[in-house]
């Protein structure tokens, strides 16, 4: 699991354009919001990803780039985004280390069965590279507001 004020792991990872995105790049200039999903276009997912892209020029106005993160490839990401005409950029984890390395990838029980997958969870990261703020299980509805409160903080 990640802490608050411990240094974000690093990534390079493919966004829905196969763009690879390295933290170590925005490092200096940018704040950085991951927020990480079960599955592109399921219904809590796309609350989500709306709810950030309704918000987008607000977290652009505070140099704030937003992330969202699933194991889903490029083309389903690109699909989703097209779709609802989402404003953030979807990094696909397909080999799942950014899931572990962020702590995310656990154990979850449904209906009696249980299995792995991600736990919907969020990470802001400074413009230095220290997680500011860290969530686990997160419910999607009003999540992107509140993120938004917590980088007016920063």
């Given amino acids: 699991m990640i802490n608050e004020q411990q240094a974000?792991?690093?990534f390079s990872v493919a966004d829905e354009n196969n763009q690879l995105v390295n933290l170590a790049d925005l490092k200096g200039s940018k704040?950085?919001?991951?927020?990480?999903?079960?599955?592109?276009?399921?219904?809590?997912?796309?609350?989500?990803?709306?709810?950030?892209t309704q918000y987008i020029d607000e977290f652009s106005a505070r140099d704030t780039l937003v992330y969202g993160v699933s194991k889903d490839?490029?083309?389903?990401?690109?699909?989703?985004?097209?779709?609802?005409?989402?404003?953030?950029?979807?990094?696909?984890?397909?080999?799942?280390?950014?899931?572990e390395d962020y702590g995310v990838w656990q154990e979850k029980e449904r209906n009696g069965e249980k299995k792995m997958g991600i736990v919907r969870s969020t990470f802001i990261i400074d413009k230095a590279g220290i997680v500011r703020y860290a969530e686990y299980g997160v419910s999607p509805e009003g999540h992107a507001a509140a993120m938004l409160d917590k980088v007016k903080q920063l």
């Fill in 8 to 10: 974000a792991p690093d």
């Fill in 31 to 52: 704040n950085v919001i991951l927020y990480f999903y079960p599955k592109d276009d399921t219904p809590g997912c796309t609350i989500e990803a709306n709810q950030f």
């Fill in 73 to 99: 490839d490029c083309a389903s990401h690109s699909d989703f985004i097209n779709k609802f005409a989402l404003k953030v950029s979807l990094l696909a984890d397909t080999d799942g280390k950014l899931c």
